[in-house]
């Protein structure tokens, strides 16, 4: 039986330590970095707010058998740090991390990512948070949404995709903003933690180019509070799923 450390999070290949940044593993990540869609074209990746690496490391396992880049960005000093040695400890080595704000991110280098993923920040700063660099993670004021949709269409190929996860009461309104700059809803899903519980969380997936848009729906856990089966279905490859695992 595989030792869990601490201070992270444990996945079948590699750990990931959340200690030292500002924003820990989340279920919302992690269902991002196994849902997000991905084909044989994809040879560059962007993953903005990267934090401790947890997006970057699914995707560079899910993209282990193509080569491609992956570079992780994040405004916070102690998250770049903390993300470094993930990569460092992990069996992958096509992730670069840099220290930066998005909005001023590799500005000759437009239209250069296949596939562009965030778990953004979504809270309006109305009360400030005690924790600076938290702040940073989780407020907008370091990055709103027109600001995120100019960027990934300043980085993003005319024919990519562009995924994050948000809160399912901010889906639609992101989802127009994105409509009125070309970004075309390709695929939704939206989540509830139980079957009972109204939709907690959406996962989309834009493009310039027009698509067939499919939209879905999953549950985390049963009424009895186990994972449902479509939930382990898409972590599969990432989640030990022991029946103690609670660090979500």
Same mark, same amino acid.
């Given at each position: 039986?595989?030792?869990?450390?601490?201070?992270?999070?444990?996945?079948?290949?590699?750990? /990931?330590?959340?200690?030292?940044?500002?924003m820990k593993?989340?279920?919302? #990540? !992690?269902?991002?970095?196994?849902?997000?869609?991905?084909?044989?074209?994809?040879?560059?990746?962007?993953?903005?707010?990267?934090?401790?690496?947890? &997006? $970057?490391?699914?995707? $560079?396992?899910?993209? $282990?058998?193509?080569?491609?880049? &992956?570079?992780?960005?994040?405004?916070?000093?102690?998250?770049?740090?903390?993300?470094?040695?993930?990569?460092?400890?992990?069996?992958?080595?096509?992730?670069?991390?840099?220290?930066?704000?998005?909005?001023?991110?590799?500005?000759?280098?437009?239209?250069?990512?296949?596939? &562009? =993923?965030?778990?953004?920040?979504?809270?309006?700063?109305? =009360?400030?948070?005690?924790?600076?660099q938290r702040?940073?993670?989780?407020?907008?004021? #370091?990055?709103?949404?027109?600001?995120?949709?100019?960027?990934?269409?300043?980085? +993003?190929?005319?024919?990519?995709?562009?995924? +994050? /996860?948000?809160?399912?009461?901010?889906?639609?309104?992101f989802k127009? +903003?994105?409509?009125?700059?070309?970004?075309? +809803? !390709? *695929?939704?899903?939206?989540?509830?933690?139980?079957?009972?519980?109204?939709?907690?969380?959406?996962?989309? !997936?834009?493009?310039? !180019?027009?698509? &067939?848009?499919?939209?879905?729906?999953?549950?985390?856990?049963?009424?009895?509070?186990?994972?449902?089966?479509?939930?382990?279905?898409?972590? $599969?490859?990432?989640?030990?799923?022991?029946? #103690?695992?609670? *660090?979500?």
């Amino acid at each position: 039986m595989q030792k869990l450390k601490k201070g992270g999070f444990t996945f079948k290949h590699f750990f /990931v330590a959340h200690d030292r940044s500002p924003m820990k593993v989340t279920t919302d #990540s !992690c269902l991002l970095g196994a849902w997000a869609p991905i084909d044989t074209k994809v040879r560059r990746v962007l993953d903005i707010g990267t934090g401790c690496g947890v &997006i $970057a490391l699914m995707l $560079a396992q899910r993209l $282990a058998q193509q080569p491609c880049q &992956i570079d992780a960005v994040d405004i916070n000093e102690q998250a770049i740090l903390q993300c470094q040695q993930n990569i460092q400890e992990a069996p992958f080595n096509n992730i670069t991390t840099y220290l930066q704000d998005i909005n001023q991110f590799n500005t000759s280098k437009s239209g250069y990512y296949d596939l &562009i =993923v965030t778990n953004p920040p979504y809270f309006e700063p109305a =009360v400030s948070c005690r924790n600076q660099q938290r702040q940073q993670a989780r407020y907008t004021e #370091s990055l709103n949404f027109q600001q995120l949709i100019t960027t990934v269409k300043r980085l +993003l190929t005319s024919d990519g995709k562009f995924c +994050l /996860v948000l809160p399912y009461h901010l889906a639609e309104l992101f989802k127009q +903003l994105c409509e009125n700059n070309q970004l075309l +809803l !390709c *695929n939704r899903l939206n989540l509830r933690y139980t079957v009972a519980k109204p939709y907690s969380l959406t996962l989309m !997936c834009f493009s310039p !180019c027009q698509q &067939i848009t499919s939209e879905s729906e999953l549950y985390l856990r049963e009424e009895n509070g186990k994972y449902s089966d479509d939930f382990k279905q898409l972590l $599969a490859d990432f989640y030990l799923f022991r029946s #103690s695992a609670t *660090n979500n």
